[in-house]
């Protein structure tokens, strides 16, 4: 049978397109059956205060550090997305006198307009964000050196070259209302991919690179990061990719449910624990991965039940 047409972007794939058995089955489940998801590969994690939540996403950041030497060096590639953990970091580094000499950190991704990366002081800048929350506010004497930061904006292949020659010891990120992580959305329905989305061997086959973003991202971004002014949104961005992502020893993604809804939340959870890989859902994706954390605030998790307002 052919699959439905997108409710929200007829020229994209997306969630809407899945099999109706897998959506009506969504509402049902409820926090206990969520956390019971978890799987050998798969972990689901609840965290009752957003003040522990943070804390412990901020900690990974610590964790991965602390495991970064001379011979081996280590690192983590952190999102834009939730942010909150930043200022944390840097207060848990300076308070521990922390040296990040042998650490390293990767950038997700970074927003494009005219074929080029934006600059530094674009108000939207991933890079921006990362400096001003977290490693600018971190003791110049504790700074990892410039070189040991990796942003998705110059020459990509180098980029993903670095997560040959760097340990990267986690990849973290939040889930976005599209279902991606980093800006690995779901593709336009056109050409070879006209009738079906790419399978999930072929997404997964796609670097760092630059992406065309489907219309529910830059709405998103524009509702989070702009005050809903959906023009200042560009409609491109640099991303790292699935092989960059499989080369991560753990992939640990952050809900508090500020990014996503109550439905999406539970969507990709149950199809990562199911084992239901579908590119139309990129995060499905990493049903594949071996080592996935789902991590939540419990009282983010709302309710899927319809209810006027």
Known sequence: MARPISKVAPAWWDYTTLDTAILKEIPTIDEKRLLALSRPGFQVHFYETLEEFYLAEALEYVDAWKQATSSRPA??????????????????VNALDLRLEHAHFWGM????????PVPIDHPLSFAKADLDLCFNRIRPELRMP?????????????????????RCVVMQGGQGEVKHWAFNDPLPRDGAYADKPPSPAEYRRLTARVVDLHPMTVIQNARTSGGGNVSMVPTQAATVGPVETWKAEGVS????????????????????????????????LLADHPNVHFHYYRKGLGSVEAEMH
């Open 146 to 166: 410039t070189a040991h930061l990796h942003f998705p904006t110059g020459d990509l292949a180098a980029y993903s070259r670095t997560f040959d020659e760097v």
């Open 109 to 116: 991704d970074e927003w494009v307009e005219d074929h080029k």
């Open 75 to 92: 690192g983590i590639c952190g999102p834009i997305g939730p942010t909150e953990q930043l200022p944390l970091v840097a207060r848990i």
């Open 253 to 284: 993604i952050w809900q508090a449910g500020m990014h996503d809804n109550p439905f999406g939340m539970r969507l990709t959870a149950f199809m990562i624990s199911q084992r239901i890989p579908d590119s139309a859902v990129p995060m499905s």
